[in-house]
């Protein structure tokens, strides 16, 4: 079945240094890809997204590119702030196979340092 | 976007009893969807509710632990029945709404601890 696997976290990283969390994918078709956030004490939102293979979604400064060939939707930012500190998951939708049900990671825990 | 309100925010519970939790939107939505967060993991789909029909509940949930209405197009309840301390988690309310499935709108949560 789908599934998707994300680099283990906490990630500590000081402010304005470069941030890159990976996630690979397993998919029978052709999923959609996404990154949601969870701040804490709140619900997800949604961050980024991809639709089909090489696009490229972006939000916030964050980007991730949809790359078929290595099953992969990494994240990343040039600059991360203090305010980037949350628990981050990757996850997918394959709508043709699994009716578009939500599939998570398992979620990355990022802690910014001043 | 849409605005999601779920009620109780957090509550603790004693083992045994029920819990209902309220999840209402500011607009009408087809599909609403339940998930569980249990500390320290990811979230897991316990079911999706579309007015009008049974909830579709995913594999290890069943409806007499986790029943679920959806009386109208804006509102569910899910009740988390004869509780343990293995049921503590965060219950996340969710709808559909973007352009592509899988594009969801999350509630703050509610956040149950079972003693």
């Known amino acids: 079945g789908n599934s998707v696997t994300q680099m283990e976290g906490p990630v500590t990283l000081s402010e304005e240094a470069f941030l890159t969390i990976n996630c690979t994918y397993t998919?029978?078709?052709?999923?959609?890809l996404f990154w949601y956030v969870q701040y804490p004490g709140e619900g997800l939102q949604l961050l980024l997204k991809?639709?089909?293979?090489?696009d490229k979604g972006s939000n916030k400064g964050f980007e991730a590119t949809y790359r078929k060939e290595t099953t992969s939707f990494h994240l990343e930012k040039g600059s991360v702030q203090v305010s980037d500190s949350a628990v981050y998951f990757c996850a997918l939708s394959d709508l043709i196979n699994q009716g578009g049900k939500l599939i998570f990671g398992q979620g990355t825990e990022l802690s910014v340092k001043p | 976007s849409a605005v999601i309100s779920q009620k109780p925010s957090r509550d603790i519970c004693q083992r045994g009893t029920s819990l209902t939790i309220q999840c209402q939107v500011d607009?009408?939505?087809?599909?609403m969807f339940w998930y569980r967060q249990q500390p320290g993991q990811s979230l897991t789909l316990i079911a999706t509710?579309?007015?009008?029909?049974?909830?579709?509940?995913e594999s290890g949930f069943v409806i007499d632990k986790f029943p679920i209405s959806r009386p109208n197009l804006t509102f569910s309840t899910l009740t988390v029945s004869n509780m343990s301390p293995e049921d503590s988690s965060i219950y996340l309310c969710?709808?559909?709404?973007?352009?592509?499935?899988?594009?969801?709108?999350f509630g703050e949560g509610s956040r149950l601890t079972v003693l």
């Open positions: 509710a579309n007015q009008g029909s049974e909830a579709t509940y």
């Open positions: 991809a639709t089909k293979a090489d």
């Open positions: 969710s709808v559909e709404w973007g352009e592509i499935a899988g594009e969801l709108f």
């Open positions: 998919a029978t078709g052709y999923p959609s």
């Open positions: 607009s009408q939505v087809t599909m």
